[in-house]
């Protein structure tokens, strides 16, 4: 017998350590891949790894150097690895989140979370720490909530990856949604472990429990790192045919009007007569025109692309005095009336290149398309900050967008009408703008009556 527990007692110190180990390897492997790839979600699922591997060295110091102390070392110990428990619950949770919304979490509530789990996490091991008479309430409190937790948020976690069709569908989602909610099955076998010897009942942990919860994790790993090279290779496909798209489309924009410019100088020097003269040259100024603006907005996608990031403080007056600047000589922009009051906290951080971008398309775009029919034709523009996020406004009572429409807006080479003057590339680029800031953007508009473009930039 005192050979088979010290057997038990080294094997179920090689597990503790084993999955410390793990841990610790997939908490760097994701925060490689997180630097690797940029992909927010995989930072947070780095620190879930990392917040297992603190769990389970305290687990297994507690377990094997400080099971018969009291001193406050254990119960220290103790609360760091029941917040450990809970902190990986809670970040693999937010990692979801983050993947699917691609978008951060609000910061504010994330501490108020925080807060609420350090105290659980302080209550779960303090309570009935000093009466011995109520080991199972005991169990109940420390190792009951964190099998609890830890079974609820992996099921919930697991269901969400097999459901959402954001993911590839590729074998690694199928492997980590399988991956989540066996270990959840196992967790929450646990919890009932706990509840059953709390009403004097016997009911065993499988020995074969352990090893199973080893290779569980590590399939979970090699499932995230599956599913994020077959998110990436269908990114890779998606780009791959936007590019070819690109080409072919600009190709044929950039030759039309080349063709007619030709047709056109010919037919004007075979009519050399002054007013027809005056008419044919006017025609090729409008097609020169045409394919300036093809040019300039394949320029703009360009430089867009391949500029890194540089992060700075703008004024939001300076980059729309700069943006009016530009577009007052564009046709109708005298007529139109801007709507801005100006302030000294209209400040942010961000890219001046890429706001600029997108600022110069949407007012662009704003006189282009609006209605000078009506009494008080105007280009309103917001600025609202709410902590470290903003959102800037861009509103107009102009055509509108007819509603069938407004899901493709921002899709390379879509036109809303047969009759739009511009090359189809302008709120594409907008987008792509937003993507190198880690911005946003939305739109909600009515035919005949004007659209609303709402940016959100985040740590801005």
Known sequence: MGLNLADNTVRLLYLYLAQCILGGILFFMFRHFGILYRRRFLYTWALSWGAFAVYMACTGVVAFYLAQSQSPVRLITSVVGQMSCFLQVLWVLRGTYELITERAFNRRQFKVIL???????????????????????????????????????????????????????????????????????????????????????????????????????????????????????????????????FLYNTSHDLRAPIASILGLTYLGKLEFEEERARMFMDMIEARIKKLDMVIGDILSLSRSKKTEPRMEELCLKDLV????TDIKFNKGASAIELDYNPSVADVFVSDYNQIKIVLNNLLANAVKYHNLDQPRPYIRIGFIRSDDQVEIIVEDNGQGIPEESLPRIFEMFYRASVNTEGTGLGLYIVREALNKVKGTIDVTSELGKGSIFRIQLENA
């Open 115 to 245: 807060l609420a789990v350090f105290c659980i996490a302080v209550a779960s091991v303090i309570l009935f720490s000093q009466n011995v008479q109520n080991a199972n309430l005991r169990h109940l409190a420390r190792v009951g909530s964190r099998t609890l937790a830890m079974g609820s948020g992996f099921l919930f976690t697991g269901i969400v990856v097999l459901r959402n069709r954001k993911f590839s569908r590729g074998l690694g989602q199928r492997m980590l949604a399988a991956s989540f909610i066996i270990f959840s099955v196992y967790q929450l076998y646990y919890f009932a472990e706990v509840v059953v010897n709390l009403a004097d009942q016997r009911m065993e942990v499988p020995g074969f429990f352990g090893v199973a919860d080893l290779l569980l994790i590590a399939l979970m790993g090699m499932s995230m790192v599956i599913w994020l090279l077959e998110d990436e290779r269908e990114k890779l496909g998606r780009s791959n045919k936007e590019l070819d798209m």
């Open 321 to 324: 005095d700069e943006t009016i």
